[in-house]
C-alpha cells in the first residue's frame, strides 16, 4: 500500500462559502493571514493563513514544539507577531472589545492555590457578571462538584487543571482556545470533556483545542495540522483517513508528515 497521504479534493460546497478548505460551510471565527512568528533567533510559525469556522471545533495538532502553543497565543493577542494579520471574531486579535467573547486555558494551570475551587470559579465569573449558580454548574461539567469547598492548591494535578477550564467556561465566552485541555485526564473525564466541547460548539461556541494525542483529532470537525511551525493542511478527520489511507488518525499523520518531508526532498535536490 501507498504510504503517499494523497489528499483528497474537498467537495465543491453547495450553497454558502465554506470558511476553511476542508469544506465545512459557515462564516469565520478567525481569520488568520501570512502569519510570521519569531522567538528568539527562530522561525516558529512560518507564513500561516487559514480561516477558523464559528460554532465548530477546529483541533490544533501537531508534535511538541511545533508551533499550537504560539498560534494559540498570537490568536488571543499575547505574542508579538512578526508579520501578517489575525482576525478574531472580527477584530485584530487582543482588541479589548473582543475580552469578554475570548477564553483562553494555558497550558499551565492558572488558578490562585490558595482560593477554594468555588471561589476560583466566582472570582473570574464575576467579572463577566456570572454568580454562584453559573459556576457551580460549571464545576458540574467539568466534575468538580465535590471539590467546590477544596483548597485548589490540594487537588490532584487533573483535577487542578480542570479548575483551569471551568474558570474559562464560566463566563460563556463566544470563542474558546483551549492549549491540551485532556491532558493528565483519565479516559471517562476526557471522553466527558469532549461531549461537553460538542454540546458547546452545537451551541455557536466556537472551540480551538490544542492535542498532540491524534486519537482525539477524530472529535474536532476540522483539523489544523502544524509541522515545524508550517500549517501541513487543514482537513477533516475523515479526509484525514482517506489521504493517509487508513482508520488510525496517527498513523494517517506520520504519512502526511513523511508525504511533506519527501517533497521538501525532492524540491532541493
Ligand atoms: N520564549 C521562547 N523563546 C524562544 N523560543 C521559544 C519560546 N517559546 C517557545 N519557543 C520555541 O518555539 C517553538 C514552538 O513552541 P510551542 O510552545 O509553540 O510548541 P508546541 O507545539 O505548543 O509544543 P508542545 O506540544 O510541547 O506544547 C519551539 O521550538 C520552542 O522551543
Ligand atoms: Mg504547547
Known amino acids: 500500500m501507498s504510504h503517499r497521504a494523497a489528499l483528497p479534493a474537498p467537495e465543491p460546497p453547495a450553497g454558502p462559502v465554506p470558511a476553511d478548505p476542508s469544506g465545512l460551510p459557515g462564516p469565520a471565527?478567525?481569520?488568520v493571514e501570512?502569519?510570521?512568528v519569531h522567538r528568539g533567533k527562530s522561525t516558529v510559525l512560518a507564513n500561516i493563513t487559514c480561516?477558523?469556522?464559528?460554532?465548530?471545533?477546529?483541533?490544533?495538532?501537531?508534535p511538541s514544539g511545533s508551533g499550537k502553543t504560539t498560534f494559540m497565543r498570537a490568536l488571543v493577542g499575547v505574542q508579538k507577531i512578526t508579520a501578517g494579520t489575525?482576525?478574531?471574531l472580527g477584530r485584530p486579535a487582543g482588541d479589548p472589545a473582543n475580552r469578554h467573547d475570548v477564553g483562553y486555558v494555558t497550558q499551565a494551570a492558572s488558578v490562585y492555590r490558595d482560593l477554594s475551587v468555588l471561589d476560583n470559579v466566582r472570582y473570574f465569573g464575576s467579572v463577566h457578571g456570572a454568580g454562584r449558580e453559573e459556576a457551580l454548574a460549571v464545576l458540574n461539567a467539568v466534575g468538580l462538584s465535590d471539590f467546590a469547598k477544596r483548597r485548589a492548591g490540594d487537588l490532584s494535578g487533573g483535577q487542578f487543571s480542570r479548575v483551569s477550564l471551568a474558570c474559562a467556561l464560566v463566563g460563556k465566552p463566544r470563542l474558546l482556545v483551549l492549549d491540551e485541555p485532556t491532558v493528565g485526564l483519565d479516559p471517562v473525564l476526557r471522553a466527558e470533556l469532549w461531549t461537553q466541547f460538542a454540546a458547546m460548539a452545537a451551541e455557536g461556541t466556537t472551540l480551538i483545542i490544542s492535542s498532540h494525542v491524534m486519537e482525539e483529532a477524530g472529535h474536532c470537525d476540522t483539523l489544523l495540522l502544524l509541522r515545524e511551525g508550517m500549517l501541513l493542511?487543514?482537513?477533516t478527520p475523515e479526509q484525514l483517513r482517506q489521504g493517509g489511507e487508513t482508520d488510525d488518525l496517527e498513523l494517517a499523520f506520520l504519512r502526511?508528515?513523511?508525504?511533506?518531508?519527501?517533497?521538501?526532498r525532492k524540491a532541493a535536490s
Do not use: H
Open 29 to 31: 471565527g478567525v481569520s
Open 34 to 36: 501570512g502569519l510570521r
Open 233 to 235: 493542511a487543514q482537513l
Open 51 to 62: 480561516n477558523i469556522p464559528e460554532g465548530r471545533i477546529t483541533g490544533l495538532l501537531g
Open 256 to 264: 502526511l508528515i513523511q508525504a511533506a518531508a519527501e517533497d521538501e
Open 86 to 88: 489575525v482576525t478574531v
